[in-house]
């Protein structure tokens, strides 16, 4: 029987970046990490990729360095089995201080998990919007944005009430936008989006889009580059805060 024993720093280091794995949860198949998963992979990170209406969702967060839960069109409040998984895994992630980034609906899940509640909003948020930042984002998953208001991609109808223990970190007019609990970070917009998702998620979305008398133009990417790029930057901004404790 033969021994792997790692002798040099080499080899450690070797050994440290098989144990550096995200878990990335998807709720539907358009939603992904969009350009997170590049972000992941250039710091080579580990990608574990599940689709919770199809995969085993585990219970645990142990062995993985972070977990990132991504969004869809389907709400915590229908009580969804896989959906009460996720909130089984995030409550297991915070335990644990294993870092947690919740998108759109991976942000209602981390809200719920945690003890506060998801809720149909008055006004679905669709397309470009711009959300405020709070001073005490500063030192935490917005830092290094000096901007007071930044221009963001939204899709979503549901918003929620936080627990106390919540750290709001954005909000728009109407609704909070990103958060901390414990290890957990909520970020209710997409900053993820690239032009492919964007126009993916037109067509896949259009009924919504058409049922909202909104005008696919004015959200294309065509019509936004100037806001996609910006969008890049802070989501490198974003993402460079979120690896930095990472394991």
């Known amino acids: ?23 990335s949860v998807q709720n539907t198949e358009c939603e992904t990490l969009g350009s997170l998963e590049n972000m992941f992979r250039s710091d080579s990170f580990q990608i574990e990729n599940i689709n919770a209406q199809k995969d085993h969702v585990p219970a645990s967060a142990k062995g993985y360095s972070a977990v990132v839960v991504l969004g869809g069109p389907m709400a915590v409040y229908d009580n969804l089995p896989y959906l009460q998984k996720e ?8 335990k644990n201080d294993i870092p947690v980034l919740g998108v759109c609906l991976g ?15 008055k006004k679905k948020e669709i397309g470009w919007h ?6 005490a984002s500063s030192n935490d998953i917005f830092r290094g944005v000096t901007d007071k208001t930044i221009k963001v991609f939204q899709w979503h109808g549901d918003t929620y009430d936080l627990p106390i223990n919540a750290k709001i970190l954005a909000y728009s007019d109407l ?4 958060f901390r609990i414990g290890s957990a970070v909520g970020i209710q917009f ?13 067509q896949e979305y259009s009924a919504e889009v058409s049922a909202e008398k909104i005008r696919p133009e004015s959200i294309m990417p065509a019509a936004a580059a100037g806001d996609i790029e910006e969008l890049s930057t802070r989501c490198r901004q974003v993402y460079r805060n979120f690896s930095k404790v990472l394991g």
């Open 130 to 135: 711009t959300v405020y930042v709070t001073p």
């Open 190 to 202: 997409h900053l993820e989006v690239d032009k492919s998702l964007i126009e993916r998620w037109i």
């Open 87 to 94: 909130q089984d895994l995030i409550r297991d992630a915070i």
């Open 1 to 23: 029987m033969s021994l792997n024993i790692i002798n040099t720093p080499h080899d450690l280091s070797y050994a440290m970046q098989l144990a550096r794995k995200i878990l």
């Open 107 to 121: 942000s209602q899940l981390i809200a719920q998990a945690a003890g506060g509640r998801v809720y149909k909003g």
């Open 175 to 178: 609704y909070p936008q990103a």
